[in-house]
């Protein structure tokens, strides 16, 4: 069963989502389309690169993941076809790979496929569709490219760690305005080391106590907890964290042991 996925920034209210499905059906017929999210805010990989970094894995291995954030051509541009845990990745060489994969990739390639003419300000529904149809069908990367061992390199900023504190900052928030942090669960648990916490941020807000779920606490209160991507959420019960607290993308936390 070949499978692509598509993340893009392209949203939904013009024809380019429709221009770009309709180019992979073109190309492959038999192929599963499979939409993460066409809501990315332009250009903005991060974002990107934590939502499929959380959900690809869910997929069958050999599925294909298109990326199209900031695929518009330059001279300076490169596209890759990557292979990473038995997935495959196309996009862009902008730095969204390495904010993905945490080890080495297994293969890793350039594509050298033409651009057509008539898609020269769309090169997402003409080369990336023509190599992601390519390994969706079982071809090679070794057909669509020159093998490479360069990937730009950007990284998120990680939490600063001292004996009592971790700092952190809000990398995300989701569509119940959920508020999740870079503070992972295994980084949380070696800093704790067995001791009581109290978690900080705006207003003087504070919370003492991890939960396992959203409903462990009243209706409108706050909690915390570690989220399905295993980093520390900030929620609301049947509420908007986001909003009714104020938090927003690259605020500070401070988590103080005792």
Not at 9 to 35: C, E, H, M, R
Not at 57 to 78: C, M, Q, R, W
Not at 153 to 167: D, S, T
Not at 229 to 254: C, Q, R, V
Request: charged share 20%.
């Amino acid at each position: 069963m070949a499978i692509i996925t598509l993340t893009t920034d392209l949203g939904y209210k013009d024809f380019y989502q429709a221009a770009l499905k309709g180019s992979i059906l073109n190309t492959l017929p038999t192929v599963n389309i499979i939409d993460i999210t066409h809501e990315i805010e332009a250009f903005n990989i991060s974002k990107a690169a934590f939502l499929l970094k959380n959900s690809f894995y869910y997929f069958p291995k050999e599925t294909v993941h298109l990326i199209g954030i900031d695929t518009v051509y330059s001279a300076a541009n490169k596209y890759l076809a990557v292979k990473y845990r038995d997935h495959y990745f196309v996009g862009s060489d902008n730095g969204i790979f390495s904010l993905i994969f945490e080890e080495t990739p297994q293969e890793v390639v350039e594509i050298n496929i033409l651009q057509d003419l008539k898609f020269l300000h769309f090169p997402l529904a003409d080369i990336f569709v023509k190599a992601a149809c390519h390994l969706a069908a079982g071809g090679l990367l070794k057909d669509i490219g020159e093998r490479t061992f360069e990937i730009e390199q950007k990284m998120n900023f990680h939490p600063v760690i001292e004996k009592n504190l971790i700092k952190g900052s809000v990398i995300f928030i989701d569509s119940f305005e959920n508020v999740v942090t870079n503070i992972t669960k295994d980084l949380f648990n070696k800093v704790q080391a067995g001791r009581k916490f109290t978690l900080h941020f705006k207003r003087s807000e504070s919370i003492s106590q991890l939960s396992w779920h959203y409903d462990e606490v009243p209706e409108g209160e706050k909690l915390c907890l570690f989220g399905i991507s295993d980093h520390l959420e900030i929620a609301i019960n049947k509420g908007k964290a986001s909003g009714l607290l104020g938090l927003k993308a690259n605020d500070t936390i401070l988590i103080d042991f005792h």
